[in-house]
């Protein structure tokens, strides 16, 4: 039964609004700049004739987000209690809540609240965007937005977001976190798959994400992944235009090089940031490591001194595998990666063709078609590094 249909039914309005004066922040101070309002007349390409249009899946889910009451998200978490926090951001807080059901003798249902801090980095035009794409968008690979909240409080309008609960929290936390289970690299594989699935789904229906990256991949019981905060979406390009204009918002070493030098937003805006994950699967790396090497910090510039033709390759895999991966599909992988990363967006593969790839190294995974590296095939490699000298005086990039 899908979770929406389990709230009791609620006739309450929420209260009127007051107009937000107080300047907004976007969720990403590394670009320094407002986001815009965006706009939500979506529409189906062409290509899906027989499918609802957006603004008709709006009017219907739009009578299926429950409305929330503050007391009844302050009860659910207890007080927002601290030991139930489990996510912090530029919005505010994140916290894992309990819900009643309609049957006396059901469970609770367990979900995601998102707490938006008045004074944080987020606003209300991001909190908006959550609740007006989410409230739309419906895929396996998408996070479910249950309801919302936004009533006047003791200390100004209090605004919060409710989601499904995603109890193997996100990609991030999974491949930085000290002490984390290794994620194998077949399951890498498949979170990446689904995560691609999701973004082209976004794009079929003319939606930038704008802000994918490692922390927005959100994990479920199955480990199955979902794309999650929408604050920073934009409808995309209508008609003949190629892009849409916006101020410069999102997340330092993810978004792409055109869009941060010219505001110029495409759907290929995503597939770049796209490819820095994919690169982060591979190396188990931040974009960005600030502890490392000034050789070594930035994760696209360091990777240009490995290709994935070169016999040096090996060197940058994530050493937590312990050289449990496909050689082969580690370079197929790279290779994918590095089209998505083309400084020209035109010639980046749409999200639908990498779909395909990455279904296409996945199946060859399966099948055994790469052999698996060994661990004497590595230390040579090392072996061969460590007698010729500094890698970056012996490789051309």
Known sequence: MNCLFLFKSKKSEPRNQQKDRRKTQN??????NKSETPSFNLQRPRSFPSQPSIRDLNAEREQSLRVFTYE??????????????????????????????????????????????PQGLQGHKQWLAEVQFLGVLNHQNVVKLLGYCSEDGENGMERLLVYEYMCNRSLEEHLFTRGARTLPWKQRLEI??????????????????????????????DFCPKL??????????????????????????????????TGHLRLKSDVYSFGVVLYEIITGRRTIERNK???????????????????????????????????????????LADLCLKKNDKERPTMEIVVKRL????????????SITTSKESNQVRSNIRGTGPVEQSLTV
Not at 211 to 217: A, G, P, Q, T, W
Not at 359 to 370: A, L, R, Y
């Open 27 to 32: 969720s990403a101070p590394e670009l320094r």
């Open 72 to 117: 009844e998200l302050n009860e659910a978490t207890c007080g927002f209690s601290r030991r139930l926090k489990i996510g912090q951001g530029g919005f505010g807080n994140v916290y894992k809540g309990k819900i009643p059901t309609t049957g006396d003798s059901d469970p609770p249902l367990v979900v995601a609240i998102k707490k938006l801090n």
């Open 192 to 221: 990446m798959l689904g995560a691609a699935e999701g973004l082209a789904y976004l794009h079929e229906v003319k939606v930038i994400y704008r802000d994918f990256k490692s922390s927005n991949v959100l994990l479920n019981d």
């Open 228 to 261: 999650s905060d929408f604050g920073l979406a934009r409808e995309g390009p209508q008609g003949d235009n190629t892009h849409v204009t916006t101020a410069k918002v999102g997340t330092q070493g993810y978004a792409a090089p055109e869009y941060v030098q």
């Open 293 to 335: 090497p000034a050789t070594e910090r930035r994760l696209l510039e360091w990777i240009k001194e490995y290709p994935a033709d070169s016999r040096h390759f090996s060197m940058i895999i994530d050493p937590r595998l312990r050289n449990n991966y496909p050689a082969d599909g580690a370079r197929s992988l790279a290779k």
């Open 359 to 370: 279904k296409k190294i996945v199946e060859e995974c399966d099948s055994g078609d790469s």
